[in-house]
């Protein structure tokens, strides 16, 4: 039995994360690498065991996941290739980690897997990477510091450099092309997910707005993760609401990005356009360690409620794929090994490890911290 699978180990963001277990884990960890090629698996040269699985062979994938307390997966686009591995950890009991930023996906895998993993004890929790960590663990962190029992009011402003790799490039690109497929899955998970009891919760990107400088809409799948923690925990209130916007510090930086994203999305509904973007940058490129060296991120938080105001960062450096790789080793690692909530089903970052998650990202370099705490 081992601890952590990381399956998809040969891919960009996979073979980061499993360099990173490789320097962090203890000679105590039991862990082992998955894909489909074993030649580019050893090639990584890590000194860890190989196991074959195929995301199209949901046979390997069930042996896999009865072989780990706790399984990672890199391989996306999940919409395409993520379920099979879903339903083995929920059929397995076996906790399952992955990177996917894709609303549809884990609004399906909630309808057709929460109940079914709550019934075995696995723990399946969707974004633990750039989406939605930041996001999920530091409205957590801000949340904290707030009265308990009252109305909160938060907003998230990110602010970052950072550059796409392909298999990042081909999620949004899948994202983008299924408005239809992502609404029905949303409606069909509002329809099976339970409303808290006496309870109010609000989560959405922001409107456009002058804050200092320019806070944009943020279309992300972060405020939907967070809404969704706000739901599962009672320490958020009884009436909730989250904004999250991307700050630029000034208007035609906004309106240029706003154009881009606007005409991104309109090419990924046409399929020759979508074919033609998809050649752009293919899986498994990616930017380099100098390029990466320079990226940088910082999500600034202001909570308010019951008289008192917080305002948080949470910081760190390349986003997509350095960091990235952190947040997702470090989560296996916190699920495999610390003193998480006794909770089961699709869960958040937050609701199922929460706190110890936070100290280890805190303790491998990612910055939680209040700047400034008043009464309002």
Not at 142 to 164: D, F, I, K, M
Not at 239 to 255: E, G, I, N
């Amino acid at each position: 039995m081992y601890d952590i699978v990381l399956f998809g180990a040969s891919g960009f963001t996979g073979a980061l994360t499993a360099a990173y277990l490789n320097r962090v884990a203890g000679p105590d960890v039991r862990w082992a690498l998955a894909g489909r090629d074993r030649a580019k698996l050893e090639r990584l040269g890590l000194d860890a065991p190989i196991l074959i699985a195929d995301a199209t062979d949901p046979a390997s994938l069930a042996a896999i996941a009865r072989q780990a307390r706790v399984v990672a997966t890199t391989v996306g686009p999940y919409i395409r290739y993520g379920e099979p591995l879903v339903a083995a950890c929920a059929e397995a009991g076996t906790h399952y980690l992955d990177l996917t930023g894709e609303p549809e996906f884990v609004d399906r895998m909630y309808v057709r897997y929460h109940d079914r993993a709550v019934a075995s004890g696995a723990k399946l929790v969707h974004a633990c990477g750039f989406d939605s960590i930041p996001s999920d663990l530091g409205v957590l962190y801000t949340v904290s510091q707030l009265p308990e029992g009252v109305p909160l009011r938060v907003s998230g402003y990110l602010r970052t450099r950072l550059q796409p790799s392909g298999g990042t490039f081909q999620s949004a690109l899948s994202i983008m092309s299924r408005p239809r497929q992502m609404l029905e899955a949303g409606t069909q998970r509002r329809s099976a997910e339970p409303v808290p009891a006496g309870r109010r919760v609000s989560s959405l990107p922001g409107g456009l707005r002058y804050v200092g400088g320019w806070a944009m809409p943020m279309p992300t799948i972060d405020p939907q993760i967070v809404g969704y923690s706000a739901r599962l925990l009672d320490r958020y209130g009884p009436d909730f609401t989250y904004r999250q916007y991307f700050a630029v510090k000034r208007l035609p930086q906004a309106l240029a990005l706003a154009a881009g994203a606007t005409a991104l999305a309109g090419a990924a509904q046409i399929p020759p356009a979508r074919r033609f973007l998809s050649t752009r940058l293919q899986p498994g490129d990616g930017p380099t360690p100098e390029q990466r060296a320079r990226n940088w991120f910082n999500l600034t938080i202001v909570g308010e409620g019951g008289g008192r105001r917080v305002r948080t960062q949470v910081t760190g450096g390349d986003p997509g794929y350095d960091e990235t790789a952190k947040m997702l080793a470090e989560s296996a690692l916190c699920l495999a090994f610390d003193e998480v909530p006794d909770l089961a089903g699709q869960l958040t970052t937050a609701a199922a490890m929460g706190h110890p998650l936070i100290t280890r990202l805190t303790e491998a370099g990612i910055a939680f911290s209040t700047k400034e705490a008043t009464q309002a």
